[in-house]
């Protein structure tokens, strides 16, 4: 078996109909090559585009994440804070109940004496007189 090549064309070289045709090809092909070339440019310029996008939101959530754990060590010093304010209030507020028990139990015995001046001793003072070194010897 021989294998005879055969020249199939769509009309002979000379017609101007198939050399119309022929023109028309190569420029539609020349057009698809260069909307291709367009296509992948756009396709690169897109990617490029993405590609900063990711690198820009990677640098926003950095700082975010950084603002995140200066406010979350910010929060626990002042929980710590409030914790320590919240004892010392307790404390406080248990002095100033034994200070009101005290004043309840003066004032039963002298009621008089702490209405009057409170600010003042219910009994005078007295001065203290120096003594003589010799005056407790026994």
Known sequence: MSTVKQNVSSG????PKSVLIDDRKRKRMLSN???????RAR???HLEDL?????QLQKDNNEITQRINAITQLYLQISSQNNILRAQ??????RLNSLKSVIREC????PEALDAKPWSLPFQS???????ADM???
Do not use: H, N, W
């Open 136 to 138: 407790f010897s026994y």
């Open 89 to 94: 209030e307790m404390e406080l507020e248990d």
């Open 33 to 39: 090559r260069e909307s291709a070339r367009r296509s």
């Open 126 to 132: 007295v001065p203290i007189i120096a003594a003589a």
């Open 51 to 55: 590609t900063k996008q990711v690198s």
């Open 107 to 110: 004032q039963s015995f002298c």
């Open 43 to 45: 396709k690169q310029q």
């Open 12 to 15: 002979s070289e000379g017609d």
